[in-house]
């Protein structure tokens, strides 16, 4: 409530200036400490956290010691925790703090994940970043920026922040500024612009753009139930987590690393030893005889590559739980939601997921709504039901041998975001496991 007072009454230039001079002191207190690591950046609108996990992963295995900061959780030299902050980018001291904390504990390199919302509210400022990851780009926290174009030059800000941020010589080794870029993605060209020292593109496509970039490209794939296999500079590449969106992920990490010119047979066995991300397309097994599977997907374009991925597991009916969140959240979503659940599933329930300050119910009939426009029929395939527990618990208990139910929108987020700021302990994963059990 105060933040929101403080907005009305504030002018916006006041509350811009106030975020970059925090950002400043704040990496001024703790001894600016991205200095003496190579920092990685990674932004876009999904893919980010698995993403940052691979690129440490795979450093981790080449022999580095690693930190690294995202929306899933934070790692500082092997020592892991959950993020249960609700946000992708910490406080600017709190993230100062943590960079420093992993410049005591020995890591080389550090991966933080740079939301655009962190970007305009100048988090990465006082962070000297070397390489800049970009994802993809879809519409998606529109009204948070106020349009599509507001929402990519937020993300272009932050590749030009690293563009132009001084080169640091560590360990007599001078740092070039790096990007590696998704160049399937329709907006490859316009992140490749910006005066890199260095431009890297990774894709299946590989397509031809104006702006010059060393290709990393997958051949040859082949996606199944037990993992995935592809081809990069003639190599063969084995992936266990599942789906094409998995692959772009671990494509992203694999350019990374070579750039820094990391052989290949080490990038080859770091992608075999990659597992999926905790919440991310994550089997839940209790002995049933059909499958749960919890992501994290909250919004169309990653929904599409969750109903993509799960397909490769031959269901027989799909029983789909989902929800939308509130706070002002592009509502627009939420019909658009429902009507691809509506679509895609035997079964739709849809549930509360982080409400905020919006009435639970409201954003409920919403999504709703979408499944009944796609043809679903309240009592008969399509159920409203508050209570997340009770939603699961519905959903399993109506599977049948070889169905999947699908757990959408929390993946292993540690709360539900409630009104004024209230944080309710929850784990999808949990609440799975807990229907099941009330099952036997």
Not at 53 to 74: N, P, Y
Not at 396 to 403: C, F, G, I, L, T
Request: charged share 25%; net charge positive.
């Amino acid at each position: 409530m105060l933040k929101t007072l403080l907005r009305r009454c504030v002018p916006e230039p006041f509350i811009t200036a106030y975020h970059f001079i925090l950002a400043k002191i704040a990496a001024q207190v703790y001894g600016h400490p991205s200095e003496k690591m190579v920092v990685i950046g990674v932004t876009g609108t999904n893919g980010k956290s698995s993403t940052v996990q691979f690129i440490g992963r795979m450093l981790e295995h080449a022999g580095f010691r690693v930190g690294w900061t995202s929306t899933a959780g934070f790692n500082v030299a092997g020592k892991e925790w959950v993020n249960d902050k609700k946000m992708t980018m910490l406080g600017r001291f709190q993230t100062q703090r943590l960079l420093r904390d992993m410049v005591r504990a020995g890591c080389t390199h550090v991966i933080i994940e740079t939301s655009s919302q962190g970007v305009i509210q100048h988090r990465h400022v006082g962070i000297n970043y070397d390489m800049a990851v970009f994802t993809n780009l879809t519409p998606e926290h529109i009204e948070a920026h106020g349009g599509f174009e507001n929402y990519k030059k937020a993300k272009g800000k932050f590749f030009a922040h690293v563009a132009k941020g001084h080169r640091k010589t560590i360990v007599d080794q001078t740092i070039e500024k790096t990007c590696i870029v998704n160049v399937d993605d329709e907006h490859a060209e316009y992140f490749l612009s910006f005066p890199f020292d260095r431009r890297y593109g990774y894709g299946r496509k590989g397509q031809p753009l104006m702006a010059s970039y060393t290709p990393v490209i997958a051949e040859d794939v082949m996606l199944a139930a037990d993992g995935s296999r592809f081809r990069v500079s003639e190599r063969d590449f084995v992936l266990k987590p599942l789906g094409l969106f998995y692959i772009y992920n671990a494509l992203a990490a694999i350019t990374t690393l070579h750039a820094m010119r990391i052989d290949w047979q080490t990038l080859r066995d770091a992608t075999a030893r990659l597992t999926p991300v905790a919440g991310r397309l994550e089997a839940v097994s209790e002995g049933q005889p059909f499958s749960v599977i919890v992501d994290y997907a909250y919004e169309p374009a990653a929904m599409r590559a969750c109903y993509d991925a799960v397909r490769l597991f031959k269901y027989k009916r799909l029983i789909h739980v989902l929800g939308s969140a509130g706070g002002g959240r592009d509502r627009a979503r939420r019909a658009v939601l429902g009507a691809m659940a509506g679509r895609e599933a035997d079964i739709v329930i849809v549930t509360n997921e982080d409400p905020y300050d919006e009435e639970p119910m409201d954003i409920i009939h919403q999504v709703a709504d979408g499944a009944l426009q796609a043809g679903k029929q309240d009592g008969r395939d399509l159920f409203r039901v508050l209570d997340r527990a009770e939603a699961i618990r519905l959903a399993v208990s109506v599977a049948e041998p070889n169905d999947l139910v699908l757990l959408t929108g929390k993946g292993s987020e540690p709360v539900i975001a409630g009104p004024h700021g209230k944080k309710i302990p929850w784990d999808d994963r949990s609440a799975a496991r807990a229907a099941l059990h009330h099952l036997q």
